[in-house]
């Protein structure tokens, strides 16, 4: 049944939440970062490929004994809702550990444009300290008045912070360098993950 | 200049009730737009960029007259989101806030002190209180300094932090 699928609990979050961020990984890594038991960690990825949300390409071995390599896909029907699930949770851990994001993220949503926001950097990892800066990627067409609305929201921010801009299709352009591999790996996407989710898509 | 300021706002909670009650007589209190409070705070943030801009520029008087709309701003901000209500009278809207309870004692003080000083020295109000320009503003303006419009800076920063905290 589809309800099995969901990540109802914390360790089935972690489960998906550790493919999401993996590509490619095997069981056996699956259950070290996810902190969860074989059993579970085994019988969820199998969910998970039922309903296609997880791909899985075996490698290496014979036909009997081969290695799982595991991947979130994102060109399944389901994958949308579960990848905002993911992006929404992260989201709300970043607000939880830290509290003082919580209103800018909330007038970052407030601003009415299609553009997306992202957090990368050291927020984005979960890493940061009183010295850290908040680095922010804007992604998406921008114009002065939207541009003026981000600056202003920030005004107040306690710490040190950077904007990047860039239209999505130059963002995809330059996908595959290290600023942008390093976006994509860590990041917490503020405002718009819809429109995000066609960027890893296309991938 | 700030320091030498002795505030005038009622201080003690049955002054405060008694001021708030002649604000109420005079209709200072207009019911406000559901979510108004948004267009608001980020009014008030506009207006705090500005003022660091004039800060930057070492326009110590307009440094002032734009942290104080934007402590203005940031105060209706408050009092629309907590009670659907908002005051075009800023010392109308400080009793409210402290009458309300949503800003503490401390915060009250500053911004009383805010209220008192530069609603004379910029005639601030100047839309409601014409006879107070030529009287103050050309010739006290060049008294204010950059400690001055330090302080009010800082203030607006803290208060306006403050409000974003309450309502976003």
Redesign the interface.
């Known amino acids: 049944m589809l309800i099995d699928v969901l990540p109802a609990t914390k360790a089935k979050m972690r489960i998906l939440n550790t493919i999401y961020n993996n590509r490619d990984i095997n069981i056996r890594n699956i259950i070290k970062l996810s902190k969860t038991s074989p059993n579970l960690a085994v019988d969820y990825v199998n969910k998970l490929e039922k309903y296609n949300i997880a791909k899985i390409k075996k490698i290496g071995g014979t036909k009997k004994n081969y290695v799982k390599a595991v991947s979130f896909n994102f060109k399944a029907p389901l994958s949308r809702f579960f990848y905002a699930i993911i992006e929404i949770s992260r989201k709300e851990e970043l607000i939880k550990k830290y509290a003082i994001l919580?209103?800018?993220i909330?007038?970052i949503e407030?601003i009415k444009s299609g553009i997306i926001v992202l957090i990368y950097g050291s927020y984005a990892r979960f890493a940061a300290d009183k010295e850290s800066d908040v680095d922010l990627w804007v992604v998406g067409n921008i114009n002065k008045t939207v541009k003026r609305?981000i600056?202003?929201?920030f005004?107040?921010l306690?710490v040190k912070y950077s904007i990047g801009i860039e239209t999505k299709k130059e963002f995809l352009k330059k996908i595959r360098d290290a600023i942008h591999q390093n976006i994509l790996r860590d990041k917490v996407i503020i405002k718009n993950e819809n429109a995000f989710f066609e960027i890893p898509a296309k991938l | 200049m700030l320091e030498k300021i002795k505030i005038r706002l009622p201080k003690k909670e049955k002054s405060i009730e008694k001021f708030f009650s002649s604000c109420e007589k005079r209709k200072k209190f207009v019911q406000d737009i559901e979510n108004y409070n948004?267009k608001r705070?980020?009014k008030s943030?506009?207006d705090?960029?500005a003022a660091?801009s004039e800060f930057k520029e070492e326009n110590w008087d307009w440094t002032v007259v734009k942290a104080y709309y934007a402590i203005h701003h940031a105060g209706n901000a408050l009092l629309s989101k907590e009670k659907l209500l908002f005051s075009k009278d800023h010392s109308c809207l400080v009793i409210a806030l402290a009458h309300y309870n949503l800003i503490d004692k401390q915060l009250f003080q500053k911004l009383s002190k805010i209220a008192e000083q530069f609603h004379n020295t910029l005639s601030i109000d100047i839309a409601f209180e014409l006879r107070k320009i030529g009287q103050y503003d050309v010739e006290r303006w060049e008294d204010i300094t950059k400690e001055d419009a330090e302080k009010v800076l800082e203030i607006a920063?803290e208060f306006?932090?403050y409000v974003?905290?309450r309502?976003?």
């Open positions: 919580k209103p800018f909330a007038q407030n609305d600056e202003e929201i005004v107040t306690p | 948004e705070l980020k943030k506009h705090l960029k660091i920063k306006i932090a974003e905290g309502i976003c």
